[in-house]
């Protein structure tokens, strides 16, 4: 009892506390930013070397923008670490050797071919529609709703990641209850986003004709290595997913 009563306390501390240490971080350097030209206040007492200086600002602004630009292809996984987390959990406690599979094998699998996950999806709406949630389906054939329509789902989609969207609770239940722009921002700011995008369309032209130039050099990489078929195969979705994840997320 009390090593499952440390483990819910480390789960808490890691997606509670650490980013809301992250949210103190940032109104400290803001201040520092706002009061210091008037203070002339140290970010880290005592430590004066950190005195507020034009300079010093200047380079901590380029310092931030840089650290900015390095992040943006890996923004996405920074915002979804309790996604992230919940999944490796689900994996773990409910996959045969805490593999992941896709949807085409569960088709292959006569015992069990279809699934259904039940799960809501908040913020497409029409403009005459009120509320900004509704009930979505997931199943191995097709995702969609009522709203939305129904998209045949891909062959390729991991199992994982959709079960672990129908069973983001935490948040979407947040936004049921309170769906208010402080709320929102409260979210976003301790990075507690336990469902995900999911994406209707197919992939676009240009994901899978760079997916299939870096999947081929993966191959003949991971094949001198002695890598699995599994292997080979879930290393090219799993670049798949990647890349087209960072081109939706690039301007239009």
Known sequence: GVLIWRFKVLKWIGTLIIPFGYFCVVVHVAR????????????????????????????????????????????????????????????????????????????????????LFGACVHDYRKPWERQNHIDFTISSLFVGCGRTGFFRNSRQASLARLMTIAGAATDATVLLNSDVLAIRCFLSVIALRFGDFVRLRPDGEMSRRVEGRVARSVTRQLSLNGASLDDLWDTRHWISRWLQGLLDRLPA
Request: glycine share 4%; hydrophobic share 45%.
């Open 32 to 115: 520092w930013k706002v009061f210091g030209p008037v203070t002339s206040q140290s970010m880290l007492y005592p430590a004066s070397w950190l005195r507020y200086t034009p300079a010093l600002a200047s380079r901590l602004l380029w310092i931030c923008a840089a650290g900015a630009v390095a992040t943006l292809p890996i923004y996405d996984a920074v915002q979804k670490l309790a996604h992230l987390y919940y999944r490796r959990a689900l994996k773990r406690a409910f996959f045969a050797e805490g593999r992941d599979i896709t949807f085409s094998s569960i088709l292959r699998t006569p015992y069990c071919p279809n699934l």
